[in-house]
RNA sequence: GCGGGUGUGGUGAAAUUGGUAGACACGCUAGAUUUAGGAUCUAGUGCUUCACGGCGUGGGGGUUCGAGUCCCUUCACCCGCACCA
């Protein structure tokens, strides 16, 4: 019987789907284990050998705990609303649900052969109504809360209203808008409904108001900061622009500091922890008022060292600063509406590309310094953002290198506020080693005394305070695309109301075309009937049914990061038609005891989730704060492109080796036709691409030999592997395990399939300890004690590395284990049954078989962990190094119940024979137990 | 510039607390057996030397009887953030 992996892996999908041998339940007496993959959005290209490395590595921890006792949850879905199935559609006119369906249905075939054990009955679609019905009555739960600053957490809105029909909002201590007006109980008694609704925006956790942008004209959309990379979109690669539009956000900022604080109590990697503290970008200083001469307004600016305010020497203002316009005299009017204009028409990438070079001009206009009254000239300068601090700094040249530029550049002044330090080439911005000097009232203070001491008299003095900044801007929420979740709002007057819950979901309606409306409204403008619930058609206000429309419905639809925001509950009680999920099942599952997925989510989704979860938390819908303890990112799996080497300009194409001083251009070509010596397929390559036909080919050795390069695995670059090539060749558990025994699974590697044929061994090996020689060879016979410590070892050393997360190593335990069996002609029961538990997660098609084979008729999958038994491996002996004073040394192996003079008997007697004493006798022996044995002669 | 990470054979990589560096696998070299379907088995394989030996974990220095591992310093590469006040 030889290991025919295709039939037993086909037998045992089918079994499992049809048993549903993975369903996870809420009834159980086990402790709960959830594990969560990031769920894919499917694109149409399929999967390739990379998707699957985290769901292989989190599929063998789910399997794992089901040995261990653990009740697990294990699901998978797909984040199907999206950017290319939009694209596709703007091209084709193909619906973005048609081809969604198409390629989902795609991945999951693909996904089904690897033998993941997903529970697919809890699967969820983030473009299915039954799913998005809940993203909407999410959103719609954000908008009917505020957050609270003394409490630190949200409410709902309906609180802040009852307050300010008795207070007001004098004393509300609120995340709000900045511009928020300030009134009394009276004046909102007689405030109008949609007066009232004015400004319940200022406070809801999803407002809409005008902001600027990162505006794509290419894709026609808004873009969140995450989605832009090097100053042009993710997606695409366009350029990316500001532009002020009146746009739904989310009050990310509000949650700032529980987001940052939050991720102590996190097992996640310190490189993830880092990425979102950046991104969060906490820093602490001080609010600085400035008056402004012959102006009735003061300046704030915010700095992180409030300790340099005597080193002051300018002001430098963001171009976009609502001041500029209302401080700038007379005569410096030209030169800043030219400078305002300059930087206008500068796109972000520009921006970023010359930071060198620094710009600025004078306002004409000047601050008076709070603490000794002199005259500061107000300038503004590119280096300024105005979504930053308060979008305005105090230049403190000697302290800053920034500012220290600048006033070079434009020859302000500089004052030296640091005792003894030499400024002349560059400002002094350390936080240790100085004492401040012409500095008033902090002389010769450091910099810890000396920010306590101005910060207490900024305070006193009422010119500023001390305060926190963060870089965290709130979450812009409203694109201007087809294919994403309707936002469940309509219009009264221009002011946003709520669709009732009942109304929910609000389907996205179809369209003739998937493109903005020639008034430049999003797609959905072009809707003529809304797809609403049937039954409460009424309910529903229409935006355009010819013209009596009376409510215009909103016309943009939410961010990729909605649906993904709350996945993770959902999957908890998945078919829940009633609630978003079962506070049953909230509580039994509670959070997810392992989430595997890339880091590139690290400031998006990771971020986003978390703020959705909190939000969830304060409202009492879930009874965690946070939904993921522990994270892990798996690596990337690279292509390793092939290439070949056209002359330039002709049509001829040389070998690798010889392209010497020829100027040649590289061309990617299909890694299918190249074998794993780098040679290329020449009637493949022809046939491959019509114009190959009759191309020369410059060979060496007769064979035309590839370049190579290891770079992202995509369509494009024709470096793709199909994960289903490698199962039709070696079957899935083969591809599982190589791809764990790639490399550490947290690392980037590049794809190589010339190794896998060492793990296909490896598994054909293990089945011949079972058949030997076509005949079924198990015995019941005891196991010999060098088997048995096989066993152990193998038990020890897997079960460790399981919780280093040590995929590799695993693997080659398992080698080794079955390399040593099959010397020792292991054929015993009690030493094969519990390898295959150890191995099924790893294998699960091949031991499942192997078990039933054994006599087993209940699933391998929730056999008991084998039992570590430390007594079958414990060494007779240890190993003592032995030094002479330190230098030379040998290596004895002891008895383990020997005792100290025991062990310096034979130290010695051998010593006395070695070629190191010459016959001399040591003067001391000195035996550290268990480490070394030191001899002095 | 700031933060995080990685440097070990021809290749992917191992190496709990410092204790025989290179396990395991690919590849390669011999040989055996069998020859059909990507077969199996045995031996060898860090560099260097005919050999004894010497040298080896990016470089330099240190601690230690002993360092891939700890400390200092330096270089290279990768990732994230970046005129963030």
């Given at each position: 019987m030889n290991y025919n992996f295709q039939e037993i892996e086909k037998k045992w999908q089918a079994h499992w789907a049809s048993q549903k041998t993975f369903r996870a339940s809420e009834n159980s007496d086990l402790p709960k284990y959830y594990v969560l993959d990031m769920f894919p959005y499917p694109s149409g290209a399929g999967l390739h050998v990379g998707h699957p490395l985290g769901y292989i590595a989190s599929d063998i921890i789910a399997r794992h705990r089901r040995h261990l006792g653990f009740n697990v949850l294990h699901p998978q879905g797909y984040d199907s609303f999206g950017l290319p199935a939009e694209q596709y559609a703007i091209q084709t006119g193909q619906h973005p649900a048609k081809t969604t369906t198409t390629n989902i249905n795609r991945y999951r075939e693909q996904l089904d052969r690897m033998g993941f054990s997903f529970d697919w009955d809890r699967e969820v679609r983030t473009s299915d109504p039954?799913?998005?019905?809940?993203?909407?009555w999410i959103f719609l739960k954000l908008f009917e809360s505020y957050y609270d600053l003394d409490a630190d957490k949200a409410k709902p809105i309906a609180a802040l209203i009852l307050r300010f029909e008795k207070e007001g909002n004098k004393k509300v201590k609120a995340h709000c808008d900045p511009e928020t007006p300030v009134f009394d109980a009276a004046q909102w008694n007689v405030f109008d409904l949609l007066e009232k609704q004015k400004v319940l925006l200022h406070y809801r956790l999803t407002y809409l108001s005008f902001t600027e942008v990162n505006w794509c004209p290419a894709l026609g959309t808004v873009l969140a900061n995450d989605e832009i990379v090097n100053g042009v979109s993710e997606r695409g690669g366009h350029p990316v622009t500001k532009k002020k539009m009146r746009q739904w956000s989310m009050r990310l900022g509000a949650?700032?500091?529980?987001?940052?604080?939050?991720?102590?109590?996190?097992d996640w990697s310190d490189a993830l922890k880092e990425m979102q503290k950046n991104w969060i970008g906490k820093s602490v200083g001080a609010n600085i008022y400035f008056k402004i001469e012959n102006h009735p307004e003061k300046l704030e600016v915010f700095t992180t060292r409030p300790d340099t305010v005597f080193g002051v020497s300018y002001m430098t203002l963001a171009p976009e600063h609502t001041l500029v316009k209302k401080i700038t005299s007379v005569d410096q009017q030209k030169a800043v509406e030219g400078y305002i204009e300059k930087v206008a028409g500068k796109s972000d990438r520009e921006r970023q590309a010359d930071v060198k070079s620094i710009s600025g001009v004078f306002t004409g206009a000047h601050a008076l310094h709070p603490f000794t009254g002199q005259r500061i000239p107000i300038w503004i300068g590119e280096y300024v953002f105005a979504g930053y601090g308060t979008g305005a700094v105090m230049a403190v040249p000697s302290g800053d290198q920034?500012?220290?530029?600048?006033?070079?550049?434009?020859?302000?002044p500089i004052i030296n506020i640091f005792k003894g330090k030499d400024i002349s080439q560059g400002a002094f911005s350390d936080k240790e080693n100085f004492v401040l000097t012409h500095s008033g009232f902090l002389e010769g203070m450091d910099y810890k005394s000396a920010?306590?001491?101005?910060?207490?008299?900024?305070?006193?003095?009422?010119?500023?305070e001390g305060t926190v900044n963060f870089r965290l801007r709130d979450a812009i929420f409203s694109r201007q695309r087809y294919w994403g979740e309707p936002i469940p709002m309509y219009?009264?007057?221009?002011?946003?109301i709520p669709l009732p819950e009942a109304c929910l979901p609000l389907k996205l309606p179809d369209i003739e075309k998937y493109l903005p409306t020639e008034e430049g409204k999003p797609p959905l403008g072009r809707a003529k009937k809304w797809a609403w619930d049937e039954a409460q058609q009424e309910v529903v206000p229409n935006n355009r049914i010819d013209h009596q429309t009376v409510f215009p419905l909103e016309l943009n639809t939410m961010p990729g990061w909605a649906g993904s925001s709350w996945y993770f509950n959902r999957y908890m009680d998945a078919q829940n038609k009633k609630e978003w999920a079962g506070q049953e099942a909230l509580k039994y599952w509670k959070n997810v005891d392992f989430y595997m997925g890339g880091s590139e989510h690290a400031t998006g989704h990771l971020l986003y989730s978390r703020f959705w979860q909190k939000v969830l938390f304060d409202l009492g819908h879930v009874d965690q704060k946070e939904y993921a303890k522990k994270i892990v990112n798996q690596g990337m799996i690279l292509g390793n492109s092939a290439f070949i080497y056209r002359k330039k300009g002709t049509h001829t194409y040389v070998s690798k080796g010889l392209v010497g001083d020829n100027v040649v251009e590289p061309i990617h070509v299909d890694v299918s036709m190249v074998n794993a010596q780098d040679e290329l397929d020449l009637d493949e390559l022809k046939q491959w691409q019509q114009d190959f036909q009759h191309a020369e080919f410059v060979l060496e050795n007769k064979k035309y030999i590839v370049g190579r390069e290891v770079e992202k695995m995509s369509k494009s670059k024709y470096n793709v592997v199909n994960p289903d090539e490698i199962c039709d060749t070696y079957g899935a558990d083969t591809l599982r395990m190589y791809e764990m025994f790639l490399g550490p699974i947290e690392q980037d590697k590049p794809w190589n399939t010339a190794g896998i044929s060492g793990v296909h061994n490896f598994l054909k090996k293990f089945w011949r300890l079972f058949y030997h020689q076509n005949d079924w060879s198990v015995t019941d016979t005891p196991p010999q004690t060098e088997s048995l410590k096989i066993l152990h070892q193998t038990i020890k050393k897997v079960s460790v590395d399981l919780d280093r997360l040590s995929f590799n190593t695993c693997v080659s335990t398992f080698m080794i284990c079955i390399n040593e069996l099959t010397a020792l002609k292991c054929s015993n029961k009690s030493i094969l049954e519990p390898l295959l538990v150890l191995l099924s997660p790893f294998a699960p098609h091949f031991c499942e078989e192997l078990w039933e084979r054994l006599g087993h008729t209940q699933s391998i999958a929730f056999a008991p962990y084998p039992v570590y038994d430390a007594s079958k491996i414990i060494e007779k002996t240890k190993k003592y190094p032995v030094s002479f004073n330190g230098k030379m040394r040998f290596t004895l192996h002891l008895s383990l119940d020997l005792g100290v003079e025991d062990i310096k008997e034979i130290v010695m007697k051998e010593t006395q024979t070695s070629d190191q004493l010459k016959g001399a006798a040591p003067k001391k022996i000195i035996i550290v137990p268990g480490k070394i044995i030191n001899i002095v002669v």
């Amino acid at each position: 019987m030889n290991y025919n992996f295709q039939e037993i892996e086909k037998k045992w999908q089918a079994h499992w789907a049809s048993q549903k041998t993975f369903r996870a339940s809420e009834n159980s007496d086990l402790p709960k284990y959830y594990v969560l993959d990031m769920f894919p959005y499917p694109s149409g290209a399929g999967l390739h050998v990379g998707h699957p490395l985290g769901y292989i590595a989190s599929d063998i921890i789910a399997r794992h705990r089901r040995h261990l006792g653990f009740n697990v949850l294990h699901p998978q879905g797909y984040d199907s609303f999206g950017l290319p199935a939009e694209q596709y559609a703007i091209q084709t006119g193909q619906h973005p649900a048609k081809t969604t369906t198409t390629n989902i249905n795609r991945y999951r075939e693909q996904l089904d052969r690897m033998g993941f054990s997903f529970d697919w009955d809890r699967e969820v679609r983030t473009s299915d109504p039954s799913y998005y019905r809940w993203t909407q009555w999410i959103f719609l739960k954000l908008f009917e809360s505020y957050y609270d600053l003394d409490a630190d957490k949200a409410k709902p809105i309906a609180a802040l209203i009852l307050r300010f029909e008795k207070e007001g909002n004098k004393k509300v201590k609120a995340h709000c808008d900045p511009e928020t007006p300030v009134f009394d109980a009276a004046q909102w008694n007689v405030f109008d409904l949609l007066e009232k609704q004015k400004v319940l925006l200022h406070y809801r956790l999803t407002y809409l108001s005008f902001t600027e942008v990162n505006w794509c004209p290419a894709l026609g959309t808004v873009l969140a900061n995450d989605e832009i990379v090097n100053g042009v979109s993710e997606r695409g690669g366009h350029p990316v622009t500001k532009k002020k539009m009146r746009q739904w956000s989310m009050r990310l900022g509000a949650y700032a500091n529980r987001l940052l604080e939050d991720l102590n109590d996190l097992d996640w990697s310190d490189a993830l922890k880092e990425m979102q503290k950046n991104w969060i970008g906490k820093s602490v200083g001080a609010n600085i008022y400035f008056k402004i001469e012959n102006h009735p307004e003061k300046l704030e600016v915010f700095t992180t060292r409030p300790d340099t305010v005597f080193g002051v020497s300018y002001m430098t203002l963001a171009p976009e600063h609502t001041l500029v316009k209302k401080i700038t005299s007379v005569d410096q009017q030209k030169a800043v509406e030219g400078y305002i204009e300059k930087v206008a028409g500068k796109s972000d990438r520009e921006r970023q590309a010359d930071v060198k070079s620094i710009s600025g001009v004078f306002t004409g206009a000047h601050a008076l310094h709070p603490f000794t009254g002199q005259r500061i000239p107000i300038w503004i300068g590119e280096y300024v953002f105005a979504g930053y601090g308060t979008g305005a700094v105090m230049a403190v040249p000697s302290g800053d290198q920034r500012d220290f530029d600048f006033a070079i550049h434009f020859g302000l002044p500089i004052i030296n506020i640091f005792k003894g330090k030499d400024i002349s080439q560059g400002a002094f911005s350390d936080k240790e080693n100085f004492v401040l000097t012409h500095s008033g009232f902090l002389e010769g203070m450091d910099y810890k005394s000396a920010m306590e001491k101005v910060i207490y008299e900024l305070e006193y003095q009422k010119c500023g305070e001390g305060t926190v900044n963060f870089r965290l801007r709130d979450a812009i929420f409203s694109r201007q695309r087809y294919w994403g979740e309707p936002i469940p709002m309509y219009f009264k007057n221009d002011i946003p109301i709520p669709l009732p819950e009942a109304c929910l979901p609000l389907k996205l309606p179809d369209i003739e075309k998937y493109l903005p409306t020639e008034e430049g409204k999003p797609p959905l403008g072009r809707a003529k009937k809304w797809a609403w619930d049937e039954a409460q058609q009424e309910v529903v206000p229409n935006n355009r049914i010819d013209h009596q429309t009376v409510f215009p419905l909103e016309l943009n639809t939410m961010p990729g990061w909605a649906g993904s925001s709350w996945y993770f509950n959902r999957y908890m009680d998945a078919q829940n038609k009633k609630e978003w999920a079962g506070q049953e099942a909230l509580k039994y599952w509670k959070n997810v005891d392992f989430y595997m997925g890339g880091s590139e989510h690290a400031t998006g989704h990771l971020l986003y989730s978390r703020f959705w979860q909190k939000v969830l938390f304060d409202l009492g819908h879930v009874d965690q704060k946070e939904y993921a303890k522990k994270i892990v990112n798996q690596g990337m799996i690279l292509g390793n492109s092939a290439f070949i080497y056209r002359k330039k300009g002709t049509h001829t194409y040389v070998s690798k080796g010889l392209v010497g001083d020829n100027v040649v251009e590289p061309i990617h070509v299909d890694v299918s036709m190249v074998n794993a010596q780098d040679e290329l397929d020449l009637d493949e390559l022809k046939q491959w691409q019509q114009d190959f036909q009759h191309a020369e080919f410059v060979l060496e050795n007769k064979k035309y030999i590839v370049g190579r390069e290891v770079e992202k695995m995509s369509k494009s670059k024709y470096n793709v592997v199909n994960p289903d090539e490698i199962c039709d060749t070696y079957g899935a558990d083969t591809l599982r395990m190589y791809e764990m025994f790639l490399g550490p699974i947290e690392q980037d590697k590049p794809w190589n399939t010339a190794g896998i044929s060492g793990v296909h061994n490896f598994l054909k090996k293990f089945w011949r300890l079972f058949y030997h020689q076509n005949d079924w060879s198990v015995t019941d016979t005891p196991p010999q004690t060098e088997s048995l410590k096989i066993l152990h070892q193998t038990i020890k050393k897997v079960s460790v590395d399981l919780d280093r997360l040590s995929f590799n190593t695993c693997v080659s335990t398992f080698m080794i284990c079955i390399n040593e069996l099959t010397a020792l002609k292991c054929s015993n029961k009690s030493i094969l049954e519990p390898l295959l538990v150890l191995l099924s997660p790893f294998a699960p098609h091949f031991c499942e078989e192997l078990w039933e084979r054994l006599g087993h008729t209940q699933s391998i999958a929730f056999a008991p962990y084998p039992v570590y038994d430390a007594s079958k491996i414990i060494e007779k002996t240890k190993k003592y190094p032995v030094s002479f004073n330190g230098k030379m040394r040998f290596t004895l192996h002891l008895s383990l119940d020997l005792g100290v003079e025991d062990i310096k008997e034979i130290v010695m007697k051998e010593t006395q024979t070695s070629d190191q004493l010459k016959g001399a006798a040591p003067k001391k022996i000195i035996i550290v137990p268990g480490k070394i044995i030191n001899i002095v002669v």
